[in-house]
């Protein structure tokens, strides 16, 4: 027992659990290619990975609640006490929650030969950890705009809960919806936060670049923007009709058009680490006009915008956010670094895309897979080592 809490309290100890961004990040991006290879070989018919739903649906759900699960928990980790000053979560507390997020992985690879319910207890841990975690300290911040997180990650528990019971109950179309509900949960994640440090970034190359200031500040800009996203998606979610969701797209497409224009990202395309994320939020409007075009004319297909969002939109982002926190926040200084890794994403999203809308087929599918692993293993390949290894002095 004894030397049980000392190997624990070592990994607490660690310089890998001194920041949510540490281990998530590693995690996170270790578990890509995994993610990406096997998915592609159950698509594939290679190996036999999936439980009751079939292979897409552990898809999906790893996915969105595995890889963009662990890489959103690694920022949102890092930016609350840096941003809002909430008390950072390390030691033990992040090595119970790391616990949980790899839990619930190690569950669904094991999903062909476990019980459906014990795969879903093993993997509904992880989100009211995090809660429990993070709502009294958000709370009580000053700045009450933090609190729209709490919802957020609600939502993430309810999507969660209603896919595994879909899945006790053998409800193909309710688990799509719930995994859906997921992917919405994640738009308004990235338009919150991506919203707020990619201006904030890019206002900050300016100034020093002399090429102007950051963009001002619009509420009413910024909660239109989210009003109508959030539209959108309880439209989607609700069944609505098609020239609904497809107006509510097309207005989506409008309206954050009009934000990310503001942010004047061509100034600063020749800077390390910004292109990725202006180029996230281009796919984000890709997504948006390939929802309404869908839902308006059907010119194409209705998973389209889904791939533009997770591969394009959510993988430029991550890559963009995880090179700069990792860089940053162990006092590295900030530089050109991962460029080829951004073009080779961003050869994935396109390639997953045109998959998806002239139906390329299997190997399409499984190149556009290899190419997005690849971006995420070069990750590893240059920042593991600075993962696990105490910070340097900030720079």
Same mark, same amino acid.
């Given at each position: 027992?004894?030397?049980?809490?000392?190997?624990?309290?070592?990994?607490?100890?660690?310089?890998?659990?001194?920041?949510?961004?540490?281990?998530?990040?590693l995690f996170g991006a270790l578990y890509a290619p995994l993610l990406a290879l096997g998915g592609a070989g159950a698509f594939l018919?290679?190996?036999?990975?999936?439980?009751?739903?079939?292979?897409?649906?552990?898809?999906?759900? *790893?996915?969105?609640?595995?890889?963009?699960?662990?890489?959103?928990?690694?920022?949102?980790?890092?930016?609350?006490?840096?941003?809002?000053?909430?008390?950072?979560?390390?030691?033990?507390?992040?090595?119970?929650?790391?616990?949980?997020?790899?839990?619930?992985?190690?569950?669904?690879?094991?999903?062909?030969?476990?019980?459906?319910?014990?795969?879903?207890?093993? @993997?509904?841990?992880?989100?009211?950890?995090?809660?429990?975690?993070?709502?009294?300290?958000?709370?009580?911040?000053?700045?009450?705009?933090?609190?729209?997180?709490?919802?957020?990650?609600?939502?993430?528990?309810?999507?969660?809960?209603?896919?595994?019971?879909?899945?006790?109950? +053998?409800?193909?179309?309710?688990? *799509?919806?719930?995994?859906?509900?997921?992917?919405?949960?994640?738009?308004?994640?990235?338009?919150?936060?991506?919203?707020?440090?990619?201006?904030?970034?890019?206002?900050?190359?300016?100034?020093?670049?002399?090429?102007?200031?950051?963009?001002?500040?619009?509420?009413?800009?910024?909660?239109?923007?989210?009003?109508?996203?959030?539209?959108?998606?309880?439209?989607?979610?609700?069944?609505?009709?098609?020239?609904?969701?497809?107006?509510?797209?097309?207005?989506?497409?409008?309206?954050?058009?009009?934000?990310?224009?503001?942010?004047?990202?061509?100034?600063?395309? @020749?800077?390390?680490?910004?292109?990725?994320?202006?180029?996230?939020?281009?796919?984000?409007?890709?997504?948006?006009? &390939?929802?309404?075009?869908?839902?308006? +004319?059907?010119?194409?297909?209705?998973?389209?915008?889904?791939?533009?969002?997770?591969?394009?939109?959510?993988?430029?982002?991550?890559?963009?956010?995880?090179?700069?926190?990792?860089?940053?926040?162990?006092?590295?200084? &900030?530089?050109?670094?991962?460029?080829?890794?951004?073009?080779?994403?961003?050869?994935?999203?396109?390639?997953?895309?045109?998959?998806?809308?002239?139906?390329?087929?299997?190997?399409?599918?499984?190149?556009?897979?290899?190419l997005w692993a690849g971006a995420f293993v070069a990750y590893v390949a240059r920042f593991g080592a600075v993962l696990v290894a105490?910070?340097?002095?900030?720079?």
């Amino acid at each position: 027992m004894n030397s049980m809490m000392r190997w624990w309290q070592r990994i607490a100890a660690a310089p890998l659990m001194a920041s949510g961004f540490r281990p998530f990040y590693l995690f996170g991006a270790l578990y890509a290619p995994l993610l990406a290879l096997g998915g592609a070989g159950a698509f594939l018919g290679i190996v036999q990975l999936s439980g009751s739903l079939g292979p897409a649906s552990w898809h999906g759900h *790893e996915m969105v609640f595995g890889f963009a699960t662990a890489i959103v928990v690694g920022t949102l980790l890092t930016a609350l006490p840096s941003w809002a000053g909430t008390p950072e979560i390390r030691g033990s507390s992040l090595v119970w929650l790391v616990s949980t997020w790899l839990l619930g992985r190690i569950a669904f690879w094991a999903a062909p030969w476990l019980p459906a319910l014990a795969v879903a207890f093993a @993997d509904l841990l992880f989100w009211p950890a995090l809660i429990v975690l993070l709502a009294p300290a958000v709370w009580r911040l000053p700045n009450h705009l933090y609190r729209l997180l709490l919802p957020v990650l609600l939502a993430f528990v309810a999507a969660n809960l209603t896919y595994h019971m879909a899945v006790l109950a +053998g409800d193909v179309p309710r688990a *799509e919806r719930a995994l859906r509900a997921g992917v919405w949960a994640l738009m308004v994640v990235f338009t919150l936060k991506g919203g707020v440090l990619t201006p904030i970034f890019t206002g900050n190359a300016l100034r020093e670049l002399g090429r102007g200031e950051q963009a001002r500040f619009l509420l009413p800009l910024e909660a239109l923007a989210l009003a109508v996203l959030v539209a959108l998606a309880a439209a989607d979610l609700g069944g609505a009709p098609p020239r609904v969701t497809g107006a509510l797209a097309a207005a989506c497409a409008a309206v954050h058009g009009v934000r990310v224009a503001r942010w004047r990202g061509w100034r600063v395309a @020749d800077q390390p680490l910004l292109p990725a994320m202006h180029l996230a939020f281009a796919w984000l409007l890709l997504a948006f006009a &390939l929802k309404a075009v869908a839902d308006l +004319g059907g010119a194409v297909p209705p998973a389209a915008w889904l791939h533009a969002f997770t591969v394009g939109a959510l993988g430029m982002m991550m890559l963009g956010l995880m090179t700069r926190v990792s860089l940053r926040h162990t006092g590295r200084p &900030l530089g050109a670094t991962l460029r080829a890794a951004a073009v080779v994403l961003f050869a994935a999203a396109a390639l997953r895309l045109a998959a998806s809308v002239y139906g390329l087929g299997p190997w399409a599918v499984t190149s556009a897979a290899v190419l997005w692993a690849g971006a995420f293993v070069a990750y590893v390949a240059r920042f593991g080592a600075v993962l696990v290894a105490p910070s340097m002095p900030r720079q």
